[in-house]
């Protein structure tokens, strides 16, 4: 997808700010897609802190899915760039609307709960082409640590590493950052 970036990293590398300084330096109107569901004091302070770090002027919605109905939003029409901030708690929140048992639930039912969410993400993606937007994703490297030892970790990561591979195989240019440097690798 052209004017895509995709930005990838580890927990608290600098992704976020990153992808913040590249907004502001390729946009005229941004309008923030924050994906975070503030379910307990360390998420909402989080979300505090990257409300703190956005300029004013920034119009956020809070959405992880539905994005056919994005354009609902006057911010959004009127904008040349959307940041989404953050693909992995897009997919675990997808995953957890399901209300499934994911120690005790079997492979094909995991199967359809993935192609759920990479309809979701192409969704997302056909919807900023359509309406010709600039567009920054922001996304957890998940591959890089130790092989979760409990079957809900392994899914996630599974789940995550291969939108992450989707999503990197159609951006125009990916950033890993790590310790706060970014580093161009696409």
Same mark, same amino acid.
């Given at each position: 997808?052209?004017?895509?970036?995709?930005?990838?990293?580890?927990?608290?590398?600098?992704?976020?700010?990153?992808?913040?300084?590249?907004?502001?330096?390729?946009?005229?109107?941004?309008?923030?897609?924050?994906?975070?569901?503030?379910?307990?004091?360390?998420?909402?302070?989080?979300?505090?802190?990257?409300?703190?770090?956005?300029?004013?002027?920034?119009?956020?919605?809070?959405?992880?899915?539905?994005?056919? %109905? &994005? #354009? /609902?939003? @006057?911010?959004? !029409?009127? =904008?040349?760039?959307?940041? +989404?901030?953050?693909?992995?708690?897009?997919?675990?929140?997808?995953?957890?609307?399901?209300?499934?048992?994911?120690?005790?639930?079997?492979?094909? %039912? &995991? #199967? /359809?709960? @993935?192609?759920? !969410?990479? =309809?979701?993400?192409?969704? +997302?993606?056909?919807?900023?082409?359509?309406?010709?937007?600039?567009?920054?994703?922001?996304?957890?490297?998940?591959?890089?640590?130790?092989?979760?030892?409990?079957?809900?970790?392994?899914?996630?990561?599974?789940?995550?590493?291969?939108?992450?591979?989707?999503?990197?195989?159609?951006?125009?240019?990916?950033?890993?950052?790590?310790?706060?440097?970014?580093?161009?690798?696409?």
């Amino acid at each position: 997808m052209k004017n895509f970036i995709l930005v990838t990293g580890g927990a608290r590398s600098g992704k976020s700010t990153f992808a913040e300084s590249k907004a502001k330096e390729i946009g005229k109107s941004i309008v923030y897609i924050a994906t975070s569901i503030p379910f307990d004091e360390g998420t909402k302070d989080r979300i505090k802190k990257h409300r703190q770090s956005r300029p004013n002027d920034w119009d956020t919605i809070e959405k992880y899915k539905e994005f056919k %109905e &994005i #354009d /609902k939003h @006057e911010s959004f !029409i009127d =904008s040349d760039l959307i940041l +989404l901030d953050c693909m992995t708690l897009m997919v675990s929140n997808l995953m957890f609307e399901n209300n499934i048992d994911y120690d005790n639930c079997d492979y094909n %039912e &995991i #199967d /359809k709960i @993935e192609k759920s !969410i990479f =309809s979701e993400v192409e969704e +997302l993606i056909s919807t900023m082409e359509r309406h010709k937007k600039k567009l920054i994703i922001v996304t957890n490297e998940v591959g890089m640590g130790i092989v979760p030892s409990y079957k809900l970790g392994s899914i996630f990561r599974d789940i995550a590493g291969r939108i992450n591979q989707y999503l990197a195989s159609i951006a125009s240019e990916v950033y890993l950052t790590v310790s706060g440097i970014p580093m161009k690798i696409k």
